[in-house]
């Protein structure tokens, strides 16, 4: 399935006055009828396929297939216990995506009513590179304690490096980012 947007969701993404949260604009954004349901979970997270199914039967998506959730985890139970782990380790990196990270932390910085956040926001929405990226990242980590309390940057912290891959958390180890 790929899900594309419909006139309503073009709307909506345009006027800023729809009941959407961050995460669904986000999905909309992605949602271009070029990339599969698949793919939309590695930037978003699991729960893209059932925010999919809500965005479809609220109109603002429509697709060519029936939605239906996706099915490749399934097959992997009935298989001999030995293979199982090894093929588990795979599915956890597919979903690590420097994309992902990065559209993680512009929403946190989005939240942030601060001018430093916006300069942040700002540095990593201009970003191209990978390296780019990345260092951007670990900026805005740095920052991130004096913004918000101790326990939501933690928290924010460990999302972040849940997603980012792992070549690139090696990279803000290096520059001393991990360490909170």
């Known amino acids: 399935m790929q899900p594309r947007k419909t006139d309503l969701a073009r709307d909506a993404l345009q ?3 729809a009941p959407l949260d961050m995460r669904q604009r986000r ?3 992605l949602c271009d009828g070029q990339r599969d349901l698949s793919q939309l979970t590695a930037m978003i997270g699991p729960e ?3 925010m999919v199914i809500q965005l479809i039967q609220a109109g ?3 697709s060519s297939a029936p939605p239906e959730p996706m099915p490749a985890p399934v097959p992997v139970a009935p298989t001999a216990a030995g293979p199982a782990p090894a093929s588990a380790a795979p599915a956890t990196e597919r ?4 994309v992902a990270a990065r559209i993680y932390l512009l929403g946190i910085l989005e939240l942030q009513r ?3 956040a ?3 926001l700002h540095t990593l929405q201009q970003a191209r590179s990978d390296e780019q990226v990345v260092a951007a990242l670990g900026s805005a980590l740095d920052a991130l304690p004096g913004l918000t309390s101790a326990g939501y940057c933690e928290r924010v912290r460990q999302r972040l490096f849940e997603v980012l891959p792992e070549t690139h958390l090696a990279q803000l180890e290096q520059a001393g980012a991990v360490a909170g």
């Open 60 to 62: 603002y998506l429509m």
């Open 95 to 98: 979903r690590r995506s420097l």
């Open 15 to 17: 006027a800023h006055r």
């Open 118 to 120: 916006a300069a942040l």
């Open 48 to 50: 893209a396929s059932a």
């Open 114 to 116: 601060h001018p430093q």
């Open 27 to 29: 999905l909309l954004i």
